[in-house]
């Protein structure tokens, strides 16, 4: 397997409280690999700080090494702006730009000047589309305002937007959370067609969902990384008492 991302001995903060405690994780390239564990544990803080989000909360302190194909990303010469298009996210409660269909795809590719004149830049819509599943329900109404699509469209649409740029990496936190259950099979089918195209990282609270849709499962409670390895190993044969109890429900 390709190392994608690599983390070692990391630390969160915000202010005196600290909310990652020493966590040390490898992300494949080859792999969806999915954060679990209870309400509050750091899954989400953890999954922010491999695209720098942290860096918008002014009291937030990482400390550790965190490498993208070997490269820090805290490194004082690190373009954030490029390393978040590099990593992209998708955040819990679809967030659709304000603008048209097209325009939500197209704004990434325009910042980052990705194409040269309207011709590639609509194959880059349509393409992001396609991968996103979403093509066929939009693809005569790219004018239309993004939020009047319902919740699980809107949340394909901020696939589309993230996968516009070409990123290497997309984090989703609790995609699915705020979808139905018919939204919610559409993204997971979403999330197997776009294996090895992307490294992904999802957060969870669904353990049938990360059963689902990893290869890869790693297990936070209070701040620290209880266990880690192949997803079918962790939910049938976990190493640590902590894993076990919250898989059998014994708290979460």
């Not at 405690?21 to 750091?42: K, L, N």
């Not at 949340?155 to 740029?165: E, S």
Request: net charge negative.
């Amino acid at each position: 397997m390709t190392q994608k991302i690599t983390a070692h001995d990391v630390n969160v903060f915000y202010g005196e409280k600290q909310a990652i405690r020493q966590v040390s994780i490898d992300i494949d390239q080859e792999d969806v690999t999915a954060f679990i564990g209870p309400s509050g544990c750091g899954k989400s803080t953890f999954l922010r700080t491999l695209n720098r989000m942290n860096d918008t909360v002014a009291s937030a302190r990482v400390e550790g090494d965190i490498r993208l194909d070997g490269e820090d990303i805290y490194s004082k010469d690190m373009d954030v702006v490029q390393l978040r298009a590099r990593v992209g996210m998708v955040f819990q409660k679809p967030n659709p730009f304000p603008k048209s269909i097209y325009e939500n795809v197209a704004y990434g590719p325009r910042i980052h000047g990705l194409a040269s004149g309207k011709s590639e830049m609509d194959a880059i819509v349509e393409q992001s589309l396609t991968r996103a599943g979403l093509w066929a329900e939009v693809k005569d109404r790219l004018s239309d305002s993004g939020t009047a699509l319902s919740g699980g469209q809107q949340q394909r649409l901020c696939i589309a937007r993230a996968i516009a740029v070409d990123p290497e990496v997309i984090l989703m936190d609790e995609p699915c959370s705020a979808l139905d259950p018919i939204a919610t099979a559409r993204i997971e089918e979403l999330i197997h067609d776009l294996r090895g195209r992307y490294a992904i990282v999802i957060v969870t609270h669904n353990m049938q969902q990360a059963a689902r849709v990893s290869q890869k499962t790693a297990f936070f409670h209070l701040g620290e990384l209880v266990e880690y390895g192949d997803t079918n190993d962790i939910f049938t044969n976990p190493r640590e008492p902590r894993t076990t109890d919250y898989i059998t429900g014994r708290y979460g």
